[in-house]
């Protein structure tokens, strides 16, 4: 191709696929990167075939010199063409036709000199928002020449101005920040030249800031040079060699300010594969503001760990169709409801279809909507002193034991009253059927000890009365879960599904809370009989951890260097116990399938 091609030009170029057209995003010596269908294609010059837009800007010379000229555009914005070649002369030449058009020019420019030439301090290579650009023709031939970087750009069209005009072309940027929307102590990506700089900004005015980069070089920025705003590193502790993402940002997060911004590059926090972008205003949260609060709160300083490199990035948010352009939330709404407060205008999301996510611990196999929206927070009754709540919680022990009793009857379920050794002796033995285990109340040193973390004080305490249900594996979740609705359960609060979301030393089971007829709300856990058997153990480390993250929660501090270590060690050794235990349950779940599949051949073939 002869004509020269230049960062905005829309061309038409080979591939191995056929001509397409596209974009050109970048120049180079032996070719340039052209946009099409949102893919960037390396191309050769001897396979661009031909253009198909040019972009174009028309300018008034106000200067012409022997090297070169001063130009603006029509919305007065002015720039140096450097013309060593002549080739802007003999256009002027062609456009004026006589010299005393020529000299008119001149003259226009003394009267306005001042003006036009605004930056009066340091040299023309430094001054904002001019660049060095390389050229590159289809022959590779590199030419160097000064532009404006801008949304000065226009293409499509000629505007018209006075004077003499000629094209040009030059970068097209989205200029969206002002003297509103910037000030000191922002962090901002911007290019001087072709190179990508990020500085903190240390002034702001009417046309631009001041910014100062890592190396604490100062550079003048024109509004509309800036690229984006950049979020501010925060002095993340130090990650633990192993250390898992989630037991570090729970670690981290008291540590931690909200983000000043939270800046909407999708790929800085997300794994973009097989991900779909949808408009923030479709998304339908299946929680109340009340219970995304917290997740709200967190989930950016979570993603901005992720925008910084210091954990993973995490996956899409799961949701479903609902069939009149909106989506329904399965999994992240605490992310939908973050990045909702830093007016995020779209999110990228997995679309789930059918039963295409649904396992047998899942939240949505296990608990119906109208369980799942119910309350976080509950408390207890006319409970001000230990006194009261104790003997509320008597009357309420007895109701609880009367109401398993009669289910575990109607199931034929095996009751243990009090005697968490015998049910742990059966479970040791691998004896099979679903076990209801009660403990007696719980004892007052140790729900006095809790009492001083409860805000809500004794009210706040909901596992004086508490049981235990252990299944042989997480298929019978659900049937037990069917069993205590047929006999009239009522939920008092949001279920737990620690099966789908373990805690940071990997324990998993569902816990919810019920409230008796007398009022008091009791606690109620359902666990495979593997995953409690790793608890009898795992309870041990839990131990050592308690005491110490306890204190520094009431102290409000972080953990030191030393109570980090511990946390660290004993959490590792949870993990391992839970870890197992959580594999012997789902390989009873690939057994139980392929039984299954095994059961539906033998009776086919027997019809």
């Known amino acids: 191709m002869n004509k020269m091609i230049v960062k905005g030009d829309h061309v038409y170029f080979q591939t191995h696929k056929g001509p397409r057209s596209g974009e050109v995003k970048a120049v180079g010596k032996h ?3 052209v946009l099409c269908d949102g893919q960037q294609h390396k191309v ?21 010199g022997d090297e070169g000229a001063l130009l603006k555009d029509s919305e007065g914005k002015s ?19 006589k010299g005393a058009e020529s000299e008119k020019i001149h003259k226009s420019f003394d009267r306005n000199y001042k003006r036009i030439l605004f930056l009066k301090a340091g040299s023309l290579k430094n001054r904002p928002g001019l660049s060095l650009q390389e050229v590159t023709d289809s022959q590779g031939h590199i030419t160097h020449k000064w532009k404006r970087t801008g949304e000065d750009a226009k293409t499509g069209h000629k505007q018209k101005t006075e004077g003499a005009e000629i094209d040009g072309h030059e970068n097209e940027h989205h200029q969206s920040f ?14 001087i030249g072709e190179k990508s700089i ?28 800036i690229h984006a705003r950049v979020a501010e590193r925060p002095n993340y502790a130090k990650k633990g060699e192993d250390e898992k993402d989630k037991a570090y940002l729970k670690r981290i997060k008291n540590t931690l300010d909200d983000p000043k911004h939270l800046p909407e590059e999708h790929s800085r926090y997300f794994n973009m594969e097989g991900s779909t972008t949808v408009p923030v205003d479709k998304l339908v949260s299946t929680k109340s503001d009340e219970e995304n609060q917290q997740g709200g709160n967190n989930s950016p300083k979570f993603m901005l760990a992720a925008y910084h490199g210091q954990v993973a990035k995490r996956d899409p948010i799961s949701v479903e169709e609902t069939g009149d352009g909106q989506y329904r939330i399965l999994d992240g709404n605490g992310t939908y409801t973050g990045v909702k407060k830093y007016g995020w205008k779209s999110l990228p999301v997995k679309v789930v279809k059918g039963k295409e996510r649904q396992q047998p611990w899942d939240t949505n196999a296990l608990f119906t909507p109208e369980e799942m929206n119910l309350s976080t927070t509950v408390t207890q009754k006319n409970t001000p002193t230990i006194e009261a709540l104790y003997k509320q919680a008597e009357d309420g022990l007895v109701q609880f034991k009367a109401w398993l009793s009669e289910v575990a009857s109607q199931k034929r379920f095996e009751v243990f009253n009090d005697d968490i050794q015998s049910a742990m002796s059966k479970m040791e033995k691998h004896e099979k059927g679903v076990f209801v285990i009660i403990a007696g109340l719980k004892g007052q040193a140790r729900a006095t000890e809790k009492m001083k973390g409860e805000s809500q004080g004794w009210a706040g305490l909901k596992d004086i009365v508490r049981g235990t249900i252990a299944v042989d594996n997480l298929h019978e979740l659900s049937e037990v879960l069917g069993a205590l609705r047929e006999s009239g359960m009522k939920i008092a609060r949001r279920p737990k599904n ?4 373990p805690v940071a030393g990997g324990y998993r089971d569902l816990m919810f809370n019920v409230e008796m007829k007398n009022g008091h709300i009791c606690e109620l856990q359902i666990n495979t009989k593997a995953m409690i058997l790793a608890k009898e153990e795992g309870h041990k480390h839990y131990e050592v951890m308690r005491p110490i993250t306890e204190k520094a929660e009431r102290e409000g501090r972080s953990l030191t260097p030393e109570e980090a270590d511990i946390i660290e060690r004993e959490t590792k050794r949870s993990q391992v116990l839970y870890s197992q235990a959580w594999d012997e349950n789902k390989s009873k779940i690939n057994v139980t399938n392929e039984m299954k599949k095994a059961m539906i051949i033998f009776v086919r073939r027997s019809i």
């Not at 050769?44 to 012409?64: C, N, P, S, W, Y």
């Not at 002002?178 to 290019?191: P, R, T, Y």
């Open 44 to 64: 050769k010059h001897a396979h661009v075939l031909g253009m198909k837009q040019k972009l174009e800007r028309k300018f008034t010379v106000i200067d012409q």
């Open 178 to 191: 002002n003297a509103d929307s910037l000030s000191s102590g922002d962090h901002v990506s911007f290019n």
């Open 79 to 97: 720039l140096y063409l450097r013309d060593t070649d002549g080739h802007l002369k003999k256009i002027l030449a062609r456009q004026s036709g």
């Open 31 to 33: 070719g340039a990167t």
């Open 198 to 225: 990020t500085g903190e900004v240390t002034s702001s005015g009417k046309d631009g800031v001041t910014a100062r980069d890592e190396a604490g070089k100062t550079h003048h920025v024109f509004y509309h040079e």
């Open 498 to 501: 620690r099966f789908a979301k």
